[in-house]
């Protein structure tokens, strides 16, 4: 069980456009997802936390207008970057609190973006 | 001061060494810890939680002093299969389930 999916596992964009990545919580409700991105050798830096039917929290430094988060199911949300530019390649993983859980969180498999 | 500091390594050792990993953390008010595992290029994976009376599981112990705000993770009998990045992860002191991620520590395990 607990089963997080992310789609695409990897993407190749042009500068400028913008990039959709899935996330889903596969066989449990997830109240509360977020969204992480990872540079090489880096950590995981949190960027958001989104909750189901509400906006999405965004951490300091990370523009909310240029990733745009959709939480709008209990098993889906989304994450765009939008006008991609080379500095946002990176490693986009999210992950997924089960409802009444504790601080355990669930991991997808991650998006590799590259913009060129 | 970061909010979760480990040291980078790599710590390089042979199968069947034991091995101890540690952490500090910054917020007091933390209440939940834990260590993951990242393998290269792969998303981190639960190893294990962190209790305040310490736990074990298999070849894995994990011990928390909240006085000193420090978290260890002590690997006995390495194998191959350990070589890995293990992350010390702490929640924020908030109601939001945020966790923090150390910058983690490298592990390499020679034949």
């Known amino acids: 069980g607990a089963v997080v999916s992310q789609h695409p596992s990897w993407v190749i964009c042009k500068s400028g456009t913008s990039v959709k990545i899935e996330c889903r919580s596969l066989d449990f409700q997830a109240t509360t997802m977020f969204w992480y991105r990872q540079f090489p050798k880096q950590s995981l830096m949190l960027m958001a936390t989104?909750?189901?039917?509400?906006?999405?929290?965004?951490e300091q430094g990370v523009e909310k207008d240029k990733f745009l988060i959709n939480h709008a199911s209990l098993t889906l949300s989304t994450l765009t970057v939008t006008s991609a530019h080379p500095e946002d390649s990176s490693f986009y993983i999210c992950s997924a609190r089960a409802w009444g859980s504790s601080y355990e969180q669930y991991f997808g498999p991650g998006t590799r973006l590259t913009v060129t | 001061r970061k909010e979760v500091e480990q040291d980078p390594g790599p710590f390089n050792v042979p199968e069947g060494a034991t091995v101890a990993f540690n952490c500090t953390y910054s917020?007091?008010?933390?209440?939940?810890f834990f260590w993951y595992r990242q393998d290269c290029r792969k998303e981190p994976k639960l190893l294990m939680s962190?209790?305040?009376s310490g736990n074990e599981d298999g070849r894995f112990t994990a011990q928390l002093n909240r006085a000193s705000q420090y978290i260890s993770l002590l690997i006995r009998d390495s194998k191959l299969s350990d070589s890995a990045t293990y992350l010390c992860v702490v929640n924020k002191e908030d109601s939001s389930y945020k966790l923090i991620f150390g910058s983690g520590t490298r592990l390499l395990v020679r034949p």
């Open positions: 962190v209790y305040s």
């Open positions: 917020n007091s008010a933390s209440q939940s």
């Open positions: 989104s909750n189901e039917g509400s906006k999405a929290t965004y």
